[in-house]
């Protein structure tokens, strides 16, 4: 197992999907969605290697409680893959003229995306909530800043 794994989060409006990939040997490790259009409950599905797993949360769950769930219950209990993952990849619809590549996310970058949020306002504020989320639930990585 590499030791520069990277989890990449979708944030969407209707779903958020989830994977961990290994960039040098471009290769998932683990890929996952999560369904907000469950009638009782939201659905999580993943995938690591050959083995399916699902779990349901409460209808009401937030993004930092979904994003927190992927954390704990599924990353933290593969201690392999939680202890390698160095940094998170998030989708964002719309950076505007100024963001047209990988950037590291901090408190500029996010002002900038909900300033953005004209172009795209039903996407960026839920990449901007994902964004939030994992740094509430992933406090190690921004340390790495």
């Not at 960039?23 to 939201?42: A, H, M, Q, R, Y």
């Not at 039903?122 to 190690?140: D, K």
Request: net charge positive; proline share 3%.
């Amino acid at each position: 197992m590499s030791n520069s794994l990277v989890l990449t989060l979708n944030c969407g409006s209707s779903s958020l999907k989830f994977s961990v990939i290994n960039p040098e040997k471009d290769k998932t490790i683990l890929l996952g969605i999560v369904d907000f259009l469950c009638i009782s409950n939201i659905r999580v599905s993943w995938t690591i290697g050959t083995k399916k797993y699902s779990s349901f949360l409460n209808k009401t769950a937030n993004y930092k409680e979904i994003i927190n769930f992927i954390s704990k219950k599924i990353l933290q209990s593969n201690l392999e893959i939680f202890s390698n993952i160095v940094c998170i990849g998030h989708r964002v619809v719309h950076g505007g003229s100024k963001i047209k590549k990988s950037v590291v996310v901090n408190e500029k970058i996010m002002a900038y995306i909900q300033k953005m949020s004209l172009f795209a306002p039903l996407h960026n504020p839920i990449n901007l909530l994902g964004i939030q989320a994992s740094f509430s639930s992933f406090p190690h990585l921004k340390k790495k800043i």
